[in-house]
Structures are given as structure tokens and as C-alpha cells.
């Protein structure tokens, strides 16, 4: 996260690679982070979404006015722990959970966090995954920044 990201309005656009780039792998055992959806992966792996309603006028879930020209973007970041079978599927998802929270709250920009969905099945291609939604609400611009 650059210091200009510190500070101003991210266009919904943007969100997202800002996003795998705070996520990025630093170690050689941190997951992958996938900008896009896909029809295949091998997990333990990260996925960006949109969540629904993706985009949100003017407002906070609380109702407090943001302004015109800006909107609430709500990210789903998808941590996949493994197949569901047998072993440790909790708690490597416990740590793609923790490390999700823990990189994003660290960042400079301010990321806030709205929820943490409980672990659940999610299927890919046919595949059922072990994993869990981090839902972040985002004040963003949409088609460039505010005036």
C-alpha cells in the first residue's frame, strides 16, 4: 500500500488488486491470493469477490451520509482451507481467517472490517471447499475519483 492509498478514496475498480497486494505471499507457506474468480484451485488459496449488494450509494450500513459521490463496496475475501475430508480443515481455515484480518488491519489504508461468515461448504467445479467469507464494507468512487 503506497501512502497515497493512505488517504484517498479507492475507485471500486481498484479495490481488489489493492487488496492481493497487501495479501500477497511474503513466506513460502502463505496461500495464493486469486484477484479473479476461477472454475479450479488448490488450496489452502484466497479468492476476491464482490459481495451482495455489491455497491451501496452514499451510506454506511449505520446510515451516517458518506457524501454524493461516494459509495460502500462490499469485498468478500474467500479463504479456502481444503476439500472436505478428513484433517485439519478447521484450523488451516482458523489461520487463513487470522491472517486475512490480521494483514488488512495492519495496512496504512483503512480496511473496515464488516464480518466473518462460520465455516462453511463452498463448491467449485463440483468440488466441495471448507471456507469462510471476510466481508470488508469499502467507502469507494465508482468511474474515477470524487470532485
Given at each position: 500500500?503506497?501512502?497515497?492509498?493512505?488517504?484517498?478514496?479507492?475507485?471500486?475498480?481498484?479495490?481488489?488488486?489493492?487488496?492481493?497486494?497487501?495479501?500477497?505471499?511474503?513466506?513460502?507457506?502463505?496461500?495464493?491470493?486469486?484477484?479473479?474468480?476461477?472454475?479450479?484451485?488448490?488450496?489452502?488459496?484466497?479468492?476476491?469477490?464482490?459481495?451482495?449488494?455489491?455497491?451501496?450509494?452514499?451510506?454506511?450500513?449505520?446510515?451516517?451520509?458518506?457524501?454524493?459521490?461516494?459509495?460502500?463496496?462490499?469485498?468478500?475475501?474467500?479463504?479456502?482451507?481444503?476439500?472436505?475430508?478428513?484433517?485439519?480443515?478447521?484450523?488451516t481455515l482458523e489461520q487463513l481467517v487470522g491472517l486475512v484480518?490480521?494483514?488488512?488491519?495492519?495496512?496504512?489504508?483503512?480496511?473496515?472490517?464488516?464480518?466473518?461468515?462460520?465455516?462453511?461448504?463452498?463448491?467449485?467445479?463440483?468440488?466441495?471447499?471448507?471456507?469462510?467469507?471476510?466481508?470488508?464494507?469499502?467507502?469507494?468512487?465508482?468511474?474515477?475519483?470524487?470532485?
Amino acid at each position: 500500500m503506497t501512502a497515497a492509498h493512505a488517504t484517498t478514496l479507492l475507485d471500486v475498480a481498484e479495490i481488489r488488486d489493492v487488496a492481493a497486494g497487501v495479501l500477497a505471499p511474503e513466506l513460502e507457506t502463505d496461500p495464493p491470493v486469486l484477484v479473479d474468480a476461477v472454475d479450479s484451485l488448490t488450496p489452502p488459496a484466497i479468492m476476491l469477490l464482490w459481495g451482495d449488494p455489491w455497491l451501496t450509494p452514499g451510506a454506511t450500513p449505520a446510515g451516517r451520509v458518506m457524501g454524493p459521490c461516494v459509495w460502500s463496496a462490499r469485498l468478500h475475501v474467500l479463504c479456502l482451507a481444503g476439500r472436505v475430508e478428513p484433517g485439519p480443515g478447521i484450523r488451516t481455515l482458523e489461520q487463513l481467517v487470522g491472517l486475512v484480518v490480521g494483514r488488512l488491519a495492519g495496512d496504512t489504508y483503512t480496511w473496515p472490517l464488516e464480518t466473518v461468515s462460520a465455516p462453511r461448504v463452498f463448491e467449485i467445479s463440483g468440488i466441495a471447499y471448507l471456507g469462510a467469507r471476510v466481508g470488508y464494507l469499502i467507502p469507494a468512487a465508482v468511474g474515477g475519483n470524487p470532485s
